[in-house]
């Protein structure tokens, strides 16, 4: 089968390298891919946001199937325009994607099938806001409602911050539209869990569980990114309050999709808080998590693109799916000063044995591969033992070089902890 693979990041390489696996993987094309995925598919420079331009493409290109991974062509419906071309595709079309795309959508629907979340209020204008805000015990969680690249949910401890911040969300635009409407959310307390899930609709069958590192510096401190680094399994993550997020919010959730007549077929992400009173949700994502995919995938041992099609194809069955005993560890590297002011064009050195590298913002100009983002790439190991997987991940790192390399020297420590 040919292949369209739309997106451009690292997530998408591990996708794509996962889906080369496959006995019934054919050509791969990438829209727009990158530097590194150059070298495991066909890439062209479409954005993923441009709907014309990949109807277009598909239209002129023998695809097969298409996987669309990022939110922002899930939410703007890049599966209903493929499908309509008779173009089968993994990925939620757009009423379900709303799912991610709308913040106060999902809080609304948790609220009203009792799927357990944080406190929260909506609020359209910052006057109401702030009125709000000055009534809040602190710290609170303030949310924009639509896409911001990872960056959109902020924890303000006081009302000064509270202020700022719901100035630049709502009349400075720093996440455009997105920010035109807010929620004010409780800080939930515990430790945070990461479960991406297959579903067609019915069957829900949920991936190895991780933790992801979004602060930019050591010690969880310092700006939200979209992820340095990510361990999988997540230790905190037991077998008990797996069978308990299954039938608290798992099941309910793809349920009360159909009941809105939004059935979500495709990757679903749930963004977890393990508290006191139990697992609660933080956020839903439509599509797999970056850099969470990065640790799950490499872990899969069933055929990615046959999940897929189940998947589409209403078919999907919890023994289609199989991970293996291994543990994961990634290591992003991004450019020193991200999530704000970084440069770009550094010449990138790998190992000659990147098999494990998954890039993310990187271009080619001739032989050269140079830095193109924020997060840059992320290096990937897996081994019997957290420990080992760790050292492994730190250790491929070690021999990747460019010019204003930055990573996090703890990725992993905290799940250390809790399995010592």
Request: hydrophobic share 40%; proline share 5%.
């Amino acid at each position: 089968m040919n292949i369209l693979v739309i997106g451009g990041g690292g997530r998408e390489h591990a996708v794509i390298k996962t889906l080369k696996k496959s006995k019934r993987c054919g050509k791969i094309w990438c829209l727009p891919g990158n530097g590194g995925i150059e070298r495991d598919a066909e890439c062209y420079p479409v954005k993923a946001t441009d709907m014309d331009g990949i109807v277009q493409f598909a239209k002129t290109h023998p695809v097969d199937f298409a996987v669309v991974t990022p939110d922002a062509p899930l939410v703007l419906g890049c599966v209903d325009r493929l499908e309509a071309l008779g173009i089968p595709c993994f990925g939620p079309d757009q009423r379900a994607a709303i799912i991610e795309g709308s913040k106060v959508f999902s809080k609304q629907l948790m609220r009203k099938y009792g799927i357990p979340t944080a406190a929260s209020a909506m609020f359209e204008d910052p006057m109401s806001a702030i009125s709000y805000l000055k009534t809040c015990e602190y710290p609170v969680v303030i949310k924009a409602d639509g896409l911001a690249l990872g960056k959109g949910a902020v924890i303000v401890n006081n009302l000064q911050e509270a202020q700022k911040t719901v100035h630049e969300m709502m009349e400075e635009k720093v996440f455009g539209e997105s920010g035109s409407r807010i929620l004010v959310e409780e800080f939930l307390v515990g430790t945070e869990v990461s479960v991406l899930s297959f579903t067609d609709g019915e069957t829900v069958v949920p991936m190895v569980s991780s933790m992801d590192h979004k602060r930019a510096l050591d010690g969880d401190e310092g700006l939200n990114t979209g992820g340095m680094g990510t361990v999988a399994p997540n230790p905190y993550y037991t077998e008990e309050i797996a069978a308990r997020c299954m039938r608290e919010i798992f099941l309910p959730t793809v349920e009360a999709m159909n009941g809105e007549g939004r059935t979500f077929r495709g990757c679903l992400y749930f963004g977890l808080m393990l508290t006191a009173q139990g697992p609660k949700v933080i956020e839903y994502n439509c599509r797999f998590g970056d850099p969470e995919a990065q640790v799950v995938l490499p872990l899969l041992e069933s055929d990615l693109l046959e999940i897929m099609l189940a998947v589409r194809n209403g078919t999907l069955s919890s023994d289609m799916v199989r991970f293996s005993e291994l543990n994961a560890c990634c290591v992003v590297l991004a450019s020193d000063g991200y999530p704000k002011k970084y440069e770009t064009g550094f010449e990138i050195s790998l190992p000659a044995d990147d098999s494990h590298i998954f890039v993310a913002g990187a271009r080619r100009e001739g032989d050269k591969l140079l830095t193109s983002g924020g997060r840059v790439l992320g290096a990937v190991a897996t081994a019997p033992t957290l420990r080992e997987a760790i050292d492994g991940a730190y250790a491929l790192a070690g021999q990747i070089t460019f010019r204003n390399a930055y990573m996090r020297r703890d990725i992993g420590a905290r799940a250390l902890q809790a399995k010592e």
